[in-house]
């Protein structure tokens, strides 16, 4: 069993209690230990003001991207080993893939973007000169800055490698030191990734700590320089929320929670067209890959009452084809690994069982574990694919408030256009929902309907098909966020995202003044504005 430490002011810690214990998602057997008794938390965030951000803040932005260039090229030299790690916690190759190779993707475009827009300054400039005085001696300009403080980010478990880059990206290219805490059950690929790009001296020391294993008492210690990014469940959202010394102190803080995403089958699209089979196609995606363990997985299937039939038997015959088992054995074709652990197989198996007092399994049994035998998964954590089908979807509400973080989603019958966008705004806040038609009428109501409780619309029709980049795909060019249960935060948004790290201060005075402090060096390009509005 490997013991996975922290990194905390320049050295590695390994923990002095009992820890946690992480077993393989397929055998069970325990193979690794987590812990973070006996860290100095306060001493980390010390350090990581007084020895990274000052360092970083040194650099000019194209500089810091430059940085980033070079922390995904050391992950990517070992992608083999990143994903046999992914394996143990029940990762498929794909499901790997989406989140080792699309957080060093994510890393890699905001170093595109830096050393494309940024300017070889320290601040940004934001907007035009606001005239504030009759003879115009006297204006207005805003500039941002980056804090300087740590920005800490606390990640869920599903994301391991992606939680951590998409949120390290913007924070080091801002310019502020970073502490990283992933979530305990897949905290060996987080840490394997901080080891390799520690080792490979990259980064500035003091710019990127770890803490494998609980937070301790580092929240009571974040003041109104430091930014903390949470992503998880909203239960524990929630409780960060009112944490006193952040309430105390207005620490910055953002938060993505978890979320009923629901995608709405248009009432044009027939059965066997290809945006119909379009549909089939990216909900069971959806619903298994990574085991649906997706924080923007499809989790209500709006469909117009006439097609509730035909689509429940296309997702059934789909999600059939689905082979359930052990993603690390290549000689049989696996498209569904196990949940992360068998405490998630039980939580999951709750929630279906809420689900059931108003919807009835159309698909899968939850009770069923006979997976993988040949490779010892009597003990692994499986659940298989579970379609549900709401008795009365306009008078059902659990299927609006329960999360089960797994291959689970239910299909919810609409009679028309009205009754499907209160259905999706029931869902009261989530990260992503799509649309699939080519009716404009019905998209244009939807879209506007539905903008408010989301962060990202994905209006599907068959010229973007081919090309799509699918619902539960975030792109790092595009907000990442939602409101109300999702949590009321933002990420990414390309160059948007650098400015969670950094205040925005206004600058009043003589508008030459004022120029001359807000002109970037020579050899910078006029992008500086543009990048930061
Ligand atoms: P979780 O149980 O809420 O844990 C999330 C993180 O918070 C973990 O690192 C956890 O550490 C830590 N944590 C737990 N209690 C804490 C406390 N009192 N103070 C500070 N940190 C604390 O969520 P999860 O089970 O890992 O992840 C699944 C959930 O995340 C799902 O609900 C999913 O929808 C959501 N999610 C959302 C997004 C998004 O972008 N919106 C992305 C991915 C996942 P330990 O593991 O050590 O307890």
Redesign the pocket.
Known sequence: MIQLNSYACGQWHQGTGQGRVLHHAVTGEPIARVDSTGLDFAAMLEHGRQVGSPVLRAMHMRERAALLRKVAQVLNEHLPELYEIAFTYGATKKDAWVDIEGGIAAIAVYSSLGRRHLPESNFLVDGEVDRLSKEGTFVGRHIRVPLEGVAVQ??????PSW?MLEKLGPSLLAGMATIV?????TAWLTVRMVELIIESGVLPEGSLQLIA???GDL?DHLTCQDVLA????????C??RGHANLIANAVRINI????LNAAVLGPDVVPGSPLFDRFIKEVASEMTVKAG????AIRRILVPREREPAVIEALKSRLAGTAVGNPGNSEVKVRMGPLVDRGAVETARQGIARLQQEAEIVSGDPQRSEFAAEDGGKEGAFLEPILLRANDPANATLVHEV?V?GPVATVLAYDDTAGALSLVRKGGGS?VASAFSEDGAFIRDLTFAIAPFHGRLLLMNEKAASESTGHGIVMPQLV???PGR??GGE?LGGLRGIHHYMQRVALQGDPERLERLCTPPASTPPANTAAAK
């Open positions: 606390i990640n869920a478990f599903n994301f939680g805490k992933p979530a305990t059950p294993g609980s937070v929240l949470f992503t998880g469940s909203a239960k524990t959202g409780q960060i993505e929670a978890d979320s363990q997706k924080c923007t999360e973080f990260l990442h966020g939602g999702a949590g990420e």
